[in-house]
């Protein structure tokens, strides 16, 4: 089987419990994500090969770290050490019409201080036929960016399938640099794209048309939507095929989720839309959506399984707890195939 390497900084998750505010909150739950780990774990969980590089401190937290990851099965082999910590982010998770609350602390972390160099690409890349990365890296600082880019060069020489999800998040660019001036260089060497409307903008300069249906046999504009993907993938002359995650939050609890493909040959597919009654835990998503195209396009013959593989593991992460998706891929099959009762399974 051939491998999937995902690559990005893997942080320590504290989360109040239930739905308590960080204010009020006398103890923290603590987990492990990040964008491209929760990949590498729902590909393992999907029953593919996968491999997260990161780099990480020599201490007892980072070990409980490694140990988490490989007890999903991911490849551990290629994290490199040093640096002084690792990152944390705080998630203050909510319901109804309270908004959701992410506070980083990251600053300094052994991923953010990160060099060209110190990745062993040709190591890394032993087996592989997918590279996997996020625009949250070239985010972090100069260095990290840089890191990234010698990632995708390394890829792209071996002829590696290389997919990006643009994963723009506002409070991480602080070192003097914006999204609109870095991405550019790198989302350009993508054979497969994933991201928001919003994320493309960032990125392609493209204005969003935006989602706002109230429910999910609501119908929205497909042709301004195709029109939009015309305009990005007209600047993307390597892409093959880019993913658009569409969501429309009515509250905490109720999302409305699809997702849209279009392809350099273009065809133009929307995926089946999803009505979230009762969100659990929304962090991941974009993630599990991520894992699931990856899963789809290197398994199923044509493109539109591909696509609604992808918008059900990413409804399905929904409803779990925590970064990570820990469904099967037969049970996104399920729901793919219609099976939505939420029965026990006996």
């Known amino acids: 089987m051939s491998k999937i390497v995902t690559f990005g900084e893997i942080l320590m998750r504290l989360t109040p419990p239930g739905y308590l505010k960080l204010s009020q909150a006398n103890s923290l739950c603590a987990t492990f994500g990040g964008s491209e780990t929760n990949v590498a774990v729902s590909l ?31 490849g551990t082999s290629n994290i490199v050490y040093g640096g002084d910590r690792l990152g944390l982010y705080y998630f203050e998770n909510t319901s109804s019409d309270r908004v959701a609350k992410v506070v980083y602390d990251r600053a300094n972390s052994s991923f953010c201080t990160l060099k060209p160099g110190m990745i062993d690409w040709d190591k890394a890349f032993e087996g592989a036929d997918w590279f996997h990365w996020s625009g949250i890296g070239p985010s972090l600082s100069e260095d990290a960016a840089a890191v990234v880019m010698e990632g995708i060069m390394a890829a792209e020489k071996r002829g590696i ?32 794209m994933f991201g928001t409307e919003g994320e493309y903008q960032k990125a392609f300069g493209v204005t969003p048309i935006g989602y706002d249906v109230k429910s999910a046999t609501e119908s929205f504009d497909l042709k301004a939507h195709e029109e939009f993907c015309k305009a990005v993938m007209a600047q993307a002359p390597k892409c093959k095929k880019m993913f658009v995650a ?12 699809t997702q849209l493909l279009y392809t350099k040959e273009g065809q133009f597919y929307a995926g089946r839309t999803y009505e979230i009654s009762h969100v659990v835990d929304c962090v991941g998503c974009g993630d599990a959506m991520c894992a699931g195209l990856i899963y789809g396009l290197k398994n199923f013959d044509n493109d539109e399984d591909a696509l609604n593989f992808s918008v059900a593991a990413g409804t399905l992460k929904n409803t779990i707890v925590g970064d990570y998706n820990l469904v099967t891929a037969d049970e996104v099959m399920a729901l793919m195939k219609g099976n939505a ?6």
């Open 161 to 192: 399938t290389i997919s990006s999800d643009l994963n723009f998040r506002k409070n991480l660019w602080k070192y003097g640099k914006k999204a609109e001036e870095v991405m550019p260089a790198f989302v350009k060497h993508c054979d497969v």
């Open 246 to 257: 569409l969501r429309n939050v009515l509250n905490a609890n109720t999302h409305i989720l």
């Open 44 to 74: 393992a969980h999907f029953g593919m090969d996968s491999e997260f590089v990161t780099r990480l401190p020599q201490n007892d937290i980072a070990q409980a770290c490694v140990m988490d990851l490989r007890s999903h099965g991911v």
């Open 341 to 346: 009762s939420g029965r026990i399974s006996r």
